[in-house]
């Protein structure tokens, strides 16, 4: 029987973006993100990394959304901003102009890695939104979806 490994990003990794708006993927990172990518906007003001397989598992759920306005404006929120990366040889990728302005990425850069995904974050946005002094409240909550610790 064969044991099928899962994709999954873990830890948390600073870097820098240079003055013509590259960054280097953090090595643990390059083998799971493959060859190409896809970067688009993410959510609290971060973006997300994903494999092209986990991207086109994302895209299927988008498209089985209902026709409501809520679903068709997150279907253009992620679809229009999203671009196909391929890093250089040096592990460096551009990231396009729209989207390093959405995220605010000017100099100090943290990737997240997130179960399926990576996130990229301006370091000052990352350190006011990664607190967790409520974890132990969220925590009690997350009993009702089969998580308890």
Same mark, same amino acid.
């Given at each position: 029987?064969?044991?099928?490994?899962?994709?999954?990003?873990?830890?948390?990794?600073?870097?820098?973006? /240079?003055?013509? @708006? +590259? $960054?280097?993927? !953090?090595? *643990?990172? =390059? &083998?799971?993100?493959?060859? %190409?990518?896809? #970067?688009?906007?993410?959510?609290?003001?971060?973006?997300?990394?994903?494999?092209?397989?986990?991207?086109?598992?994302?895209?299927?759920?988008?498209?089985?959304?209902?026709?409501?306005?809520?679903?068709?404006?997150?279907?253009?929120?992620?679809?229009?901003?999203?671009?196909?990366?391929?890093? /250089?040889?040096? @592990? +460096? $990728?551009?990231? !396009?102009? *729209?989207? =390093? &302005?959405?995220?605010?990425? %000017?100099?100090? #850069?943290?990737?997240?890695?997130?179960?399926?995904?990576?996130?990229?974050?301006?370091?000052?946005?990352?350190?006011?939104?990664?607190?967790?002094?409520?974890?132990?409240?969220?925590?009690?909550?997350?009993?009702?979806?089969?998580?308890?610790?």
């Amino acid at each position: 029987m064969e044991t099928q490994v899962l994709l999954m990003f873990m830890g948390e990794f600073i870097h820098t973006i /240079d003055a013509k @708006g +590259r $960054i280097i993927i !953090p090595s *643990k990172f =390059r &083998e799971g993100l493959g060859d %190409e990518f896809v #970067i688009t906007q993410g959510l609290d003001g971060c973006l997300f990394a994903y494999p092209l397989a986990e991207w086109q598992l994302f895209v299927e759920k988008l498209k089985k959304l209902p026709g409501t306005k809520e679903a068709r404006q997150l279907q253009r929120y992620f679809m229009a901003g999203a671009a196909l990366c391929q890093a /250089d040889k040096q @592990g +460096r $990728i551009l990231i !396009p102009a *729209k989207l =390093r &302005e959405s995220a605010a990425l %000017e100099k100090d #850069i943290v990737f997240v890695g997130v179960l399926n995904k990576i996130e990229i974050w301006n370091k000052e946005r990352w350190e006011s939104n990664n607190y967790y002094d409520d974890v132990d409240s969220i925590a009690e909550h997350m009993s009702q979806y089969g998580i308890n610790f």
